[in-house]
Each structure stands twice: as structure tokens, then as C-alpha cells.
């Protein structure tokens, strides 16, 4: 370890800043926060659709527990590439992406063309409604932020 030298008269030590170049994000952090709880609501509403497909009411045969998981992962990918072009500095292409990916979240009110909202249970229609309000307001601060960016 280097020795620190001493300040001179008048002047203070400043800490040089080290970024680490992955780790740095051009995101603010109210869209990783509004990210993150996207994700985790988007995970929680297809896991329960995955594992309790049998009891969600006219669901079609074809669709399987592996298959649902399988399109949360299609789903997701749209939110890992937005973080991935952001990366790269295109950061409207990255805003349009985070924008799309927020609008899945939307997908989950398909479940009512299916049955009526009485016809689901509780926390059925905790998981869509949770899913599709995260999304929506991702989506719309990924707009928001997008516009102030004057890209």
C-alpha cells in the first residue's frame, strides 16, 4: 500500500474516484428500482401461473408449466438486451426497449379474456394486477425518461 503524503498548507487530500466500467450504469436509479420490482412481479405472476396452471380456469391443454417459464425467459430477454444496448451508449434504442419490455406486463389481462376476474382466485389477480402496474409504470417512466434525455 502507498503512503499517503502529507496535505500541503491550504490544502486537503481528496480521494481519487475509481469507476469501474461495468459496473457504472446510465440508468437513474429510479428505473432500476422500477426495473427490479417489474422483474420480480413478472417472475412471481408466471412462477404462479407455472405452477398452478391447472387450476387457472380455461387455460389451454398445449400450455405447460416448462412453457410458461420458457416465455418469461422470451420476456425477460427484451429487458436484458435494453440493459445491454445501454451499455453501448444508444441510450434511446435501450429507453425503447425498457419502454417494451415494461409493456409486457400488459400481456398478463389475456388471463381475463379467458375467465371473468370472480373466477380467478385472490392471488391470481394479486400476481396480474401486480405484474401489469409495475409494468405500465416502467414503461411510461422509460418514455418519461427517454423525452428528458433529448436524445
Known amino acids: 500500500m502507498r503512503a499517503m503524503k502529507p496535505a500541503r498548507a491550504g490544502y486537503r487530500y481528496v480521494r481519487p474516484q475509481i469507476r469501474i466500467p461495468l459496473m457504472s450504469s446510465p440508468l437513474p436509479k429510479h428505473l432500476w428500482i422500477l426495473l427490479t420490482v417489474y422483474f420480480a412481479a413478472s417472475l412471481l405472476h ?11 380456469p380455461n387455460m389451454p391443454e398445449w400450455l405447460t408449466r416448462e412453457k410458461v417459464y420458457l416465455a418469461w425467459l422470451g420476456v425477460s430477454s427484451i429487458g436484458v438486451a435494453a440493459l ?22 400488459l400481456d398478463g389481462l389475456g388471463h381475463y379474456t379467458l375467465a371473468l376476474c370472480s373466477e380467478h382466485t385472490l392471488t391470481t389477480n394479486l400476481t396480474i394486477w401486480f405484474e ?6 416502467l414503461a411510461a417512466a422509460a418514455v418519461f425518461w427517454l423525452r428528458t434525455r433529448h436524445v
Open 84 to 105: 445491454v444496448v445501454l451499455r453501448f451508449g444508444w441510450y434511446a434504442v435501450g429507453a425503447l426497449l425498457l419502454a417494451a419490455y415494461g409493456s409486457m406486463g
Open 132 to 137: 401489469v402496474a409495475s409494468g405500465v409504470i
Open 46 to 56: 408466471f412462477a404462479h401461473n407455472a405452477e398452478f396452471i391447472a387450476f387457472y
